[in-house]
């Protein structure tokens, strides 16, 4: 509202600053003992007020008021209020209907007993500048919420500290912020006031904590009914604490974290907790959310460690090294998941012992680039590094059997989607769903599978819709048919390298073994299928080809050609040769480079790029070759 149309306007003995709706400010004449509230909102502001009507003793509040926020300090002498709103009660208190809210004690006397059955709720500022020390109706009241400026400058606070805190019944209304400690009550308490203990606070009752609208440093627990776990998770669940000191006989301390007195368990590490931690010899078992949200860096394992709970290290933002010690074989057992999540590793190295990494084990770790797995390791649970957008290459050991579904698959950042490549020995169960991912078809996420077993070397090319690949050569094709139906595409940009050779190994599991041109028998001595199982693979065509990483892709390209004389990478290879060149001399080794040049239908043309690269990497025999081969063109910077 324009300030233009407030004016003052007088009712009774008393002056409204006011548009018609709302009234901002107030003038009562001397003596006058009576004020009426005629308008709907009254608002007066505390801090700029500096008026003061001592001889004022009753309010009335008319029939059309609904919202009143007025200084205590306005009207210290008021007895009583008297209300003929719907808004407000009837008493010797302003208090609002609706939640039963103290919004103003005003002044009373010292000798006056505040009394708390007449409200349910107390409201910021409602007893500043109350002269009233004590209080009646503590023990029938039911204050349900107390604003933490409740009782700033009152009489309640004219009392001596006693155990770093002032009290009013069951509210703890103002806390010594210097105090080397502060001890809680017993009983149950309310904090009313939003101070930081600077040290620490002695909890004898843990239900007290949760009073505490803002937690020390450090808290010290002496609440023998605790029983359960879960408790002493709940009630410590805060950024603040950074260490956490038991004297209670089922727990034990070290170096602030809470172990069960038997030093198997480790139960709870504070969440303000930073540094390194290393987990005392003997501990088995991390229970669930111990380490959740903490700010610790680098966590080390003894040997005894057996099992991590779930969500143990859950967002832990900083923590960017660990080591997993000589025990542990199973990262989630018995269902347990979401370990690592949200972790801040660049990379993590598996000891040798270990056999299973679980469900979303390290999903959510944006920064993690390398993962080293051992051999030995047999089970990837699904979704294990789901949403891992930095971790484009993956080297499985010949030891795994399974990867779960959508292992590896990030749809967190479906922007920053890259090619990943996945090196292996042996095709482990449900690959193609682990490393694909359907929603993200049109970013042409490719992923290239590198198999490399006693019966040779082989690639796939697998582009994101892929459903499943089994271990068994059936499950393939089924996989790439139900790609095809599945996502509507007449098609789906898939080949893999499939030579027509007299011998073909017997392995199932080589790519070799597929072929697209439409033939009804794929490859030598496997099983035929018939036309309609192979209708979708005939218009199968190079997944390279729509590659969103440009060197991946003329990598693959001559990958495939060299095991397959494929038509369609002859002609890729010919229309890019420069691009190709460059990528073997990024990606490859020098002897690739000089077979590619060498290939009858390459006649790679000087390129400054190229030839940095090649002196970078001392490559001298294929910059021989380059330079060779260029030596038919007209540029004079090709001499030998």
């Not at 548009?19 to 509230?37: L, P």
């Not at 033939?519 to 299928?529: C, F, K, M, V």
Request: hydrophobic share 40%.
């Amino acid at each position: 509202m324009n300030n233009n149309n407030y004016k003052w306007e007088t009712v009774g003995k008393s002056k409204f600053y006011t548009d018609g709706t709302t009234c901002t400010d107030i003038e009562v004449m001397d003596n006058a003992k009576t004020v009426s509230f005629i308008y709907p909102k009254i608002r007066i502001n505390r801090e700029k007020c500096q008026k003061v009507f001592s001889s004022v003793e009753n309010l009335i509040i008319g029939r059309d008021v609904f919202s009143i926020i007025i200084p205590n300090k306005l009207f210290p002498n008021v007895k009583k209020v008297e209300s003929k709103s719907s808004s407000y009660t009837t008493g010797k208190y302003l208090v609002e209907k609706a939640g039963m809210i103290l919004r103003n004690a005003f002044g009373q006397s010292e000798d006056a007993a505040v009394d708390f059955t007449q409200f349910n709720r107390i409201g910021n500022y409602a007893f500043e500048g109350c002269k009233a020390k004590s209080a009646a109706g503590l023990d029938e009241m039911r204050i349900a919420m107390v604003q933490e400026a409740a009782f700033v400058n009152s009489g309640f606070l004219d009392q001596p500290f006693v155990g770093g805190i002032k009290c009013l019944g069951p509210f703890i209304i103002d806390i010594d912020e210097t105090a080397d400690e502060i001890v809680l009550p017993k009983s149950d308490v309310s904090f009313c006031v939003k101070k930081r203990p600077k040290k620490a606070v002695r909890v004898p009752n843990l239900n007290a904590v949760a009073a505490l609208r803002v937690l020390p440093k450090k808290v010290i627990i002496e609440d023998e009914k605790i029983n359960y776990d879960d408790a002493l998770l709940y009630k410590l669940y805060s950024q603040d604490i950074e260490e956490i000191e038991s004297h209670i006989s089922r727990y034990k301390t070290v170096d602030g974290i809470v172990y069960s007195a038997d030093m198997k368990t480790l139960i709870l590490c504070p969440q303000g907790k930073t540094g390194e931690v290393i987990i005392p010899d003997g501990v088995v078992r991390i229970r669930k959310s111990a380490f959740s949200n903490s700010k610790i860096k680098k966590v080390i394992f003894p040997d005894t460690m057996q099992t991590i709970g779930d969500e143990a290290f859950y967002a832990c933002e900083k923590l960017k090294e660990i080591d997993f010690g000589h025990g542990i074989t199973r990262i989630g057992e018995n269902g347990n998941q979401n370990m690592f999540s949200g972790c801040a590793f660049k990379k993590i190295a598996f000891p040798p012992q270990i056999k299973e990494i679980g469900m979303r084990a390290f999903s959510l770790c944006y920064e993690l680039e390398e993962v080293i797995f051992n051999e030995g390791l047999e089970v990837i649970q699904k979704e294990a590094f789901r949403d891992c957008p930095n971790l484009l290459e993956v080297n499985l050991p010949a030891s795994i059997k399974k990867v779960g579904k959508e292992a590896f698959v990030c749809k967190a950042f479906p922007d920053k989607i890259q090619d990943m490549n996945i090196n292996m020995t042996t095709i482990p169960e449900s690959l193609g769903s682990a490393i694909t991912c359907p929603a993200n078809m049109h970013k042409a996420r490719c992923v290239n599978v590198h198999i490399d077993n006693r019966n040779g070397i082989f690639d796939f090319v697998l582009p994101c819709s892929i459903s499943a690949v089994g271990s068994a050569y059936s499950n393939i094709v089924n996989a790439f048919n139900q790609m095809a139906d599945g996502c509507g595409y007449d098609s789906v940009n898939l080949r893999s390298p499939s030579p027509d050779v007299d011998e073909v190994s017997g392995s199932p599991y080589t790519s070799s073994n597929l072929r697209t041109d439409g033939q009804s028998e794929i490859g030598r001595n496997l099983p035929s299928i018939d036309d309609a199982r192979l209708w979708n693979l005939r218009y199968l065509k190079t997944a390279y080809m729509d590659a969103s990483n440009p060197i991946y892709k003329y990598v693959s390209v001559y990958k495939t050609y060299k095991k397959t004389k494929n038509k369609d990478s002859k002609e890729f290879l010919i229309d890019n040769q420069k691009h190709v060149a460059k990528a073997i001399a990024l990606e490859m080794e020098e002897k690739d480079f000089v077979d590619f040049v060498k290939l009858d239908f390459i006649n790679l043309q000087y390129d400054a790029d190229i030839v940095e690269c090649l002196e970078e990497q001392n490559w001298n025999v294929a910059l021989a070759y380059m330079l060779e081969e260029g030596k038919n063109s007209s540029n004079d910077a090709f001499v030998i």
